[in-house]
């Protein structure tokens, strides 16, 4: 198995953001020599052949997110993991949307993608790749309500010293008492609820003594992806967080310190 450089760039939550992975492509060479994808190709945003199409041109390697899997063996829903009905009619619209406009050729790559990827790193550190969780593909691990002693016990369970997920679509990073690391890479298809029209990826960095990763801001054309958006009849709310950086939706799964810092 090949091992990972000291330098790798991880995202995930492509959301059907074609012109962020277009940016993210673009910049992601000068950063890091290898890429990967965590998941969840789909979502709120417009044409979603588009990022696939991307994804699979370039090679990157995907981890198979909810919506992957949703789409790709056309389920009922995007198994998102919302509990709230507010939550889920969103996500209703959004999923009949992107399974909708897959093409068939995509449904069948996006059904095919492993669900984790595991790989050493360059002095053979466990690497573990997934979507929401090692447990379950659309588990949110929040920051707020993830203490060490719990993410010391998943990594133990998980059998990995670097874990990188993404699922709740707001980046954050811890490194446990141990020297273990835990990375939320956040997502490049719409803005981490902070007032910024930019999204966010991670570069994971094992060239020290302890692993880190770098948290990025990711620029794109956001004012041309929200004229699509108009353009193929997804709704308002969407297009306003792609215009603010604020969620107006997916709010009510948001635990509290998450929540208060957004504007809704």
């Known amino acids: 198995m090949a091992r990972l450089p000291e330098r790798a ?8 953001n074609h012109l962020a992975l277009e940016a993210l492509l673009s910049e992601a060479p000068a950063r890091a020599p290898r890429i990967f994808c965590l998941g969840d190709v789909g979502a709120f945003g417009p044409h979603p052949d588009r990022s696939v199409d991307l994804l699979r041109e370039a ?16 389920r009922k829903d995007c198994a998102c993991g919302y509990t709230d ?6 996500a209703a619209l959004s999923f009949e949307y992107t399974l ?27 690497v573990l790749l997934c979507h929401g969780s090692p ?8 920051e707020s309500l993830s203490p060490d002693r719990f993410l010391a016990r998943l990594l133990d369970e998980a059998r990995c010293d670097v874990l990188a997920v993404t699922h709740t679509g707001i980046p954050w990073k811890r490194l446990l008492p141990d020297g273990r690391l835990v990375v939320n890479v956040g997502a490049i298809g719409r803005p981490a609820n902070d007032g910024r029209t930019e999204v966010w990826y991670a570069v994971l960095d094992l060239s020290g003594e302890a692993p880190d990763a770098e948290l990025l801001p990711l620029p794109y054309d956001h004012a041309r992806l929200a004229r699509e958006m108009r353009d193929e009849g997804i709704v308002e709310p969407f297009v306003e ?7 107006t939706t997916c709010l009510e799964i948001l635990p509290a310190k998450e929540r208060g810092r957004g504007r809704f």
């Open 85 to 90: 009905p507010r939550d889920n009619h969103f």
């Open 59 to 74: 090679g990157v390697p995907v981890v198979q997110g909810n919506y992957d899997r949703s789409v790709g063996m056309g």
């Open 135 to 142: 447990r379950r593909q659309n588990e949110f691990l929040w």
């Open 241 to 247: 967080t792609i215009e603010t950086g604020w969620w």
């Open 100 to 126: 909708r406009n897959t093409s068939d050729r995509n449904k069948e790559f996006l059904a095919a993608l492993p669900a984790e990827i595991r790989l050493p790193g360059p002095r053979g550190e466990r």
């Open 9 to 16: 760039v991880l995202f995930g939550g492509v959301y059907n």
